[in-house]
């Protein structure tokens, strides 16, 4: 597998758990949202619409007494609170969905009914009786104990659905913070993956860089993987094995040329050295001794080269020994009418200076 397919793979999983997480929290709100209406609105608007009626059932019971009692405009409170009775029992049958609501919705219509029927019969009645009355006021006890019932059964649907909704509330958190922790295992898995596999990898290529640069040419590359590190790792070492190779292959052909020239100054009599326009000794016959002296002189042989004219041929330099042990003799040696070399002979008997 490359490392690009690797790295895809693994940003793609990050981003799917990203997804998920933002999924999960859309899901989990949308539920959450559902509870909260069902506890904020229906629920709720049930027992308005429930304690709309047991206000009702209070103005009921007053207007009653009032008119019993004579009070001027007693009647009308008692039709008007018959009226607001209608209406808060239409709400709670409106909005009355399970079995136990129903019910409960069907048992305040019957008494809602009775409680008209001696509602009208004392408005009626010429001179309103205490008798009327308590018919009425025993049918408000009926009532109210349908509606406070049903506001039990309000209130334990409350308490439920909160409770569900709790609960709900808690498995969401518990899944996100499932998510998040799988994300963050998952990230610090890609990491050291990734510190493993590419990182450690290209610091080794560095370390391999400053070796080559220090002059190490025998340091390679580990190639175990098939990626684009990997096969730049084996080019890398296939390069620097060509390298040695050459490298090899010239120091061979130096050191035969070398040889050559050592035997083309030996052939030539005497004890000689062949020296570059740089002042370095390439060959010498010359004793060990005689050769520093020689090396020792490698300034003053590249200041003869530059008095050198250019084009010039043959040319014979003596250069005066600095220490008093003898001459050097300095030959210009030429190569198509260009500077090669010098040749070096030692006068070990020329008078000192």
């Known amino acids: 597998m490359t490392l690009r397919t690797r790295l895809l793979l693994g940003y793609g999983y990050l981003v799917a758990l990203l997804l998920a997480t933002a999924m999960l929290s859309a899901l989990g709100l ?11 609105l229906e629920d709720v608007r049930r027992v308005e619409a429930a304690l709309a009626v047991l206000h009702a059932l209070d103005q009921h019971a007053a207007a009653a007494a009032a008119l019993v009692g004579g009070e001027r405009g007693a009647a009308d409170a008692l039709r008007a609170a018959g009226e607001a009775l209608e209406r808060g029992r239409a709400e709670v049958a409106a909005r009355a969905t399970e079995p136990e609501e129903l019910e409960r919705a069907a048992g305040l219509a019957r008494e809602a009914a009775a409680l008209r029927a001696a509602r009208d019969r004392l408005l009626s009645a010429p001179t309103p009786r205490a008798a009327d009355e308590l018919e009425v006021r025993r049918r408000l006890q009926a009532a109210r104990g349908q509606v406070l019932r049903l506001l039990e059964h309000d209130t334990r649907e409350m308490q439920r659905a909160e409770a569900t909704a709790r609960r709900q509330a808690h498995g969401f958190a518990l899944g996100l913070a499932a998510l998040v922790v799988v994300a963050l295992l998952s990230l610090g898995a890609m990491s050291r993956g990734l510190q493993r596999g590419v990182l450690a990898r290209l610091d080794e290529l560095k370390g391999l860089g400053d070796a080559v640069a220090a002059g190490d040419r025998g340091r390679r ?23 040695e190779a050459v490298a090899a292959r010239v120091e061979g052909r130096l050191s035969q040329q070398a040889q050559l020239l050592l035997g083309l100054v030996g052939a030539r009599g005497g004890r000689a050295a062949v020296v570059g326009l740089d002042g370095v000794v390439i060959a010498s016959t010359l004793p060990a ?25 043959p040319v014979v330099r003596r250069v005066a020994d600095l220490d008093g042990a003898g001459g050097l003799t300095l030959e210009l040696l030429v190569h198509h009418g260009r500077p090669a070399g010098w040749l070096v002979t030692v006068d070990e008997a020329a008078p000192r200076s």
Request: net charge neutral.
């Open 221 to 243: 590359l580990r190639a175990r993987h098939d990626d684009e590190l990997g096969v730049l790792a084996r080019h890398l070492n296939a390069a620097l094995d060509q390298q």
């Open 289 to 313: 001794a005689a050769e520093a002296r020689v090396a020792s002189f490698e300034e003053r042989i590249r200041d003869e080269r530059r008095a050198v004219e250019p084009g010039a041929g």
């Open 30 to 40: 949308q539920r959450f949202g559902r509870s909260l209406d069902r506890v904020l």
